[in-house]
């Protein structure tokens, strides 16, 4: 479905999905067209919301006439019920969609189920406070400058084509450039760096294919425990992150999901 600032024009889903880590649950709170969601590949469990009935109607639909690997489920509801009262477990990851800041847009009123100053405001609270690593897509503006100095958030710049033309989107993130990620399928910057790292893999993949058996599943147990020990250490360091800053994270774990 077509949606007001959707992540469908050319190359955005793939630059988004080239930033988020490894994870079991994947939570889209402002899931609007879903374009990262129907890009990336499937979280062993996905959590899709939205305030508009309209679009957690399409969605509904849709997961009940579709074959995705993993369960999804899909509520009707507000995404700041939805991240106050979520019981984490540490293992989710969170891309969030708002609607646009109204300081950052020309346009008034876009949206069905609009997002005021204080609504943004208090989202952001949310997000100092979540334990689990997240990504936020939008607009600069002063207040989440403010809010990314504050708290060391990460940002990384993309163009976007809109009804208006080429704009500047950012993404912006609570945890460092990842070491691995959940998928590579769009690994690269751009369509040459994805073609370019594509012939690499299947060089690498002949190369394989003509090793003797023992020699190839040694070279591949090899590379399975290294990467194994890279992502416990990524993932260490990120809780290690997350208990400094959320001391109180077992409170989050209590309540259960809306819905």
Known sequence: ???????????????????????????????????????????????????????????????????????????????????????????????????????????????????????????????????VRWALSGYRCALYDDAAGLHGWRRIDFNAMTRGGVRVESLWMNYPAPATLAEYTYAGSNFRERQRIGRKVERWLAKLDAMDPIERNALLSAMSDRDRDSWNADRGRAQQGNDHAHPETDRHRSPRAPG
């Not at 939805?82 to 969030?96: A, H, K, N």
């Not at 969609?97 to 069905?112: E, G, K, L, N, V």
């Open 1 to 131: 479905m077509r949606y007001p600032g959707g992540k469908g024009g050319a190359g955005v889903a793939q630059t988004i999905i080239n930033q988020i880590p490894p994870h079991r649950v994947y939570i889209e709170p402002f899931v609007g067209g879903g374009a990262v969601f129907r890009a990336k590949a499937p979280a062993a469990s996905s959590l899709l919301a939205d305030r508009d009935p309209a679009v957690a109607e399409h969605w509904r639909r849709w997961s009940t006439s579709t074959i995705v690997g993993g369960g999804v489920e899909v509520l009707e509801g507000c995404a700041l019920e939805l991240l106050s009262s979520y019981p984490w477990c540490g293992d989710e990851f969170v891309y969030l969609d708002p609607p646009y800041h109204p300081d950052s847009r020309a346009c008034a009123t876009i949206y069905r189920c609009e997002m005021g100053d204080a609504g943004h405001r208090e989202l952001l609270t949310l997000l100092e406070r979540l334990p």
